[in-house]
């Protein structure tokens, strides 16, 4: 029994990956398709939390609850439009995997039946079991208590039956137990910090979006890049300096 969650984790990483049949239709026809991206918001929004979300997503701004509210709504109006019966918060623990936590449409209405209801509290925080993911030794098993809070930055897509919500993963005392928070502060403390720089020529820049690391588009350069008397790679560089 003690090894069971072991052997689970071992036979999902054993899964082959399933083979997909291309379309026969042009790419512009299905592409994004299952994806709630910004010409579905449009359509199933309202325009007041449309501009809201999309002000959220381009500039941080935070969401107010009757926004969620009208995002949830849309979201869960055109994710049963395409089949979806089920939503997930969809995370990146630390196991080098992904995870998620699984509910229907539906909610109990106290008298014994259900409601197909999906709420933006429902959107925006989930608590999965956070003692079944490695946590760094910050927190005791007691104190496992875990949140999945939506990112809106990510947009929703639909996989099967089941709309997927990009999340991050956090403790309850703050700390970060996935690989997506760290990342998304590493892009504001980028964005911060370029956009700083950048007021320097421009005053009306207002965000800085970062897509490659140097290390991506470096190596595309001709010639090294000096650093002191090396290249970024350490290597001497061609003078023999």
């Known amino acids: ?44 929004l309202p325009e007041k939390a449309y501009e809201r979300l999309v002000d959220s ?26 089949g979806a019966t089920h939503y997930t918060h969809w995370f990146h623990p630390l196991t080098e995997g992904t995870a998620e936590k699984h509910d229907a449409f539906i909610e109990h209405d106290g008298k014994g039946g259900v409601l197909e209801e999906f709420e933006g509290k429902l959107l925006i925080q989930q608590e999965p079991d956070a003692s079944s993911f490695p946590n760094g030794g910050i927190r005791n098993t007691f104190e496992a208590r875990g949140y999945s809070a939506w990112d809106p930055s990510s947009p929703a897509f639909i996989v099967g039956d089941t709309l997927c919500i990009p999340t991050i993963f956090i403790a309850y005392t703050g700390e ?52 002191t008397s090396r290249s970024v790679d350490d290597r001497p560089n061609l003078d023999g300096t």
Do not use: Q
Request: glycine share 4%.
């Open 57 to 82: 997503i381009d500039n941080g701004s935070p969401l107010d609850r009757e926004t969620a509210n009208a995002v949830a709504a849309g979201m869960k109006k055109w994710a049963m439009e395409k």
């Open 176 to 227: 970060s137990l996935d690989y997506k928070a760290p990342l998304l502060k590493a892009l504001e403390a980028v964005n911060k910090a370029a956009v700083d720089v950048c007021h320097y020529f421009n005053p009306d820049v207002k965000k800085v979006y970062a897509y490659l690391g140097w290390e991506g588009i470096l190596p595309s350069r001709r010639g090294p890049v000096r650093r």
């Open 1 to 44: 029994m003690s090894k069971l969650r072991f052997r689970v984790v071992e036979s999902a990483f054993e899964k082959k990956a399933t083979e997909l049949t291309t379309p026969a239709e042009r790419p512009s026809k299905y592409y994004g398709e299952l994806v709630f991206n910004r010409e579905k918001m449009f359509k199933y």
